[in-house]
């Protein structure tokens, strides 16, 4: 019975609960007291936030960083202060969240929907292609963790006169050539909403910039508009918006960034290489997740490619017989970006590798609260579920 599926009546390859993620450092209970005791729980009356904002900007090596409400609140932001409004094209991947798509439409511009390579990330040839004189910017996103291929896209958008923004809700920590996702273009933006690398208490976002103008502009924005400068400091000298984090979520934040380096990441990267190790030869497993010096992953999750040729069942499928073995969090791709309903009714250009991807791809959990057990047991599963559908 145990090669036997347990979505067809054999035993599951665990019954024991796995750690959920997220799980706040334990100083964070005390440390919220504090604020909730003052009442000063709001970013303009303590100076959590800002310590939040100088503790990201040092750990990324940028001189700006603005907290904000949600990373798609960041993206807006971002787009925004670097002058994108109606009538511009940004051209973004397909194969992200819809939150990605959305920031152009919030500034009255118009998403243009680009193929990805295989390893997932948006393709520097068919970026280059999509370029007109309506092109003002380019949204990339390190989806998974992975990271862009920011060595041909900067140079090629410079080129153009684009402008860069990072998406890196699910990249922190990674790397190209030794800099920080984020640092490469013209302002990253992270997420810290509940199922993120850190959470900032469920919701929360960061802009960073090395752009003085950019990062005043942002600052302005998600505070109602107000000037930060003479010669009227205070005043609404535009349409902003309310995108102000909390000193309570800048406290939680700061906690995370407190033990990134010495706990989150190395584990995420550790989990990863016992599924390469498990995977590396496997029969059908078409690729792993890319990780390179040049391109160093951070592993928010770890998507496994397979040769859909090679078994009986798609994905999803597969994603079923997963969970009712006891694996939790064998998550859903979600579509590609136009075909959402916003977008479905306007006639994008579908993307076919993309789409191709997203349909061979089985998502894997990793988070730092897993031990090494949980990931070999979770490998374990896998191979179960692929032995059984194998041709």
């Given at each position: 019975m145990h090669d036997v599926l347990a979505l067809h009546g054999g035993e599951p390859t665990t019954r024991e609960p796995f750690p959920p993620w997220p799980q706040f450092a334990e100083r964070t209970l005390q440390d919220i007291l504090e604020p909730l005791k003052t009442g000063r729980v709001a970013s303009w009356s303590?100076?959590?936030?800002?310590?939040?904002?100088?503790?990201?900007?040092?750990?990324l090596g940028v001189p700006h960083a603005v907290a904000c409400s949600s990373g798609t609140a960041a993206l807006h932001l971002a787009l925004l202060a670097l002058g994108i409004s109606a009538g511009d094209e940004v051209i973004l991947p397909s194969h992200t969240f819809v939150s990605t798509a959305l920031?152009?439409?919030h500034v009255g511009a118009t998403p243009v929907f680009c193929d990805v390579t295989d390893d997932q990330t948006i393709d520097p040839r068919a970026l280059e292609r999509l370029v007109t004189n309506r092109t003002r910017a380019v949204?990339?996103?390190?989806?998974?963790g992975i990271v862009c291929d920011m060595e041909r896209i900067v140079p090629l958008a410079h080129r153009f006169g684009l402008k860069v923004v990072e998406d890196c809700a699910q990249c922190v920590g990674g790397e190209t050539a030794g800099k920080k996702a984020g640092t490469n273009g013209?302002?990253?933006?992270?997420?810290?909403?509940?199922?993120?690398?850190?959470?900032?208490?469920?919701?929360?976002?960061?802009?960073?910039?090395?752009?003085?103008?950019?990062a005043g502009e942002c600052r302005s924005l998600r505070d109602y508009g107000r000037s930060l400068a003479e010669p009227c400091p205070g005043?609404?000298?535009?349409?902003?918006?309310?995108?102000?984090?909390?000193?309570?979520?800048?406290i939680v934040g700061l906690n995370e960034i407190a033990r990134l380096d010495s706990w989150n990441l190395p584990r995420r990267r550790g989990?990863?290489?016992?599924?390469?190790?498990?995977?590396?030869?496997?029969?059908?497993?078409?690729?792993?997740?890319?990780?390179?010096a040049i391109r160093r992953n951070a592993y928010w999750k770890y998507p496994l490619q397979l040769s859909m040729e090679s078994f009986t069942r798609d994905t999803e499928e597969l994603r079923r017989a997963l969970c009712a073995e006891g694996i939790p969090d064998a998550g859903s791709v979600w579509p590609e970006a136009y075909e959402e309903p916003i977008f479905a009714e306007k006639g994008f250009p579908r993307c076919p590798n993309a789409e191709a991807?997203?349909?061979r791809t089985l998502v894997l959990a990793l988070p730092p609260t897993w031990e090494k057990s949980h990931v070999e047991t979770c490998a374990a599963a896998v191979k179960k579920v692929l032995r059984a559908y194998r041709r």
């Open positions: 303590g100076g959590r936030v800002i310590e939040f904002e100088n503790r990201w900007a040092a750990w920031a152009p439409l949204i990339v996103v390190h989806l998974y013209d302002a990253g933006c992270f997420s810290f909403s509940q199922g993120k690398h850190i959470s900032s208490g469920g919701e929360g976002g960061m802009i960073v910039t090395a752009d003085d103008r950019v005043a609404h000298v535009r349409a902003g918006f309310n995108c102000r984090l909390t000193e309570l979520q800048a989990y990863a290489r016992i599924y390469d190790h498990a995977f590396a030869q496997f029969p059908g497993v078409r690729s792993l997740p890319l990780n390179a991807v997203r349909r």
